[in-house]
């Protein structure tokens, strides 16, 4: 994909955005804890980046059931604002329980 930039604000942009939006679609990698995810940017601002990417975001889930540790592989499927600076994160768990153990 080649490398684009507006220097429009993002039409879908909100007024109550705190940093204007421009479109801009680079390649891009992003490191979260020793994993790597391979994408393309929509729009950038001062504060932040809409990262698009059709790559997996993989994660470990653990908790205790009862008393007994579980440790469950999963990957994110949303993220989702919510009051204030909460984020509530969707995950989508692989193969069975007692795979995953």
């Given at each position: 994909?080649?490398?684009?930039?507006?220097?429009?604000?993002?039409?879908?942009?909100?007024?109550?955005?705190?940093?204007?939006?421009?479109?801009l679609?680079?390649?891009v990698?992003?490191?979260?804890?020793?994993?790597?995810?391979?994408?393309?940017?929509?729009?950038?601002?001062?504060?932040?980046?809409?990262?698009?990417?059709?790559?997996?975001?993989?994660?470990t889930?653990?908790?205790?059931?009862?008393?007994?540790?579980?440790?469950?592989?999963?990957?994110?499927?949303?993220?989702?604002r919510?009051?204030?600076?909460?984020l509530?994160?969707?995950?989508?768990?692989?193969?069975?329980?007692?795979?995953?153990?």
């Amino acid at each position: 994909m080649s490398d684009t930039t507006e220097q429009r604000p993002d039409p879908r942009q909100r007024d109550s955005r705190e940093s204007p939006r421009t479109r801009l679609s680079v390649s891009v990698r992003v490191e979260m804890s020793g994993t790597h995810i391979a994408g393309n940017t929509r729009d950038v601002s001062e504060r932040g980046v809409m990262l698009v990417t059709d790559e997996p975001i993989p994660v470990t889930v653990e908790y205790l059931d009862g008393d007994q540790p579980v440790s469950r592989r999963g990957r994110v499927v949303r993220v989702q604002r919510l009051a204030g600076e909460a984020l509530g994160i969707a995950i989508a768990f692989e193969g069975d329980a007692d795979a995953d153990e």
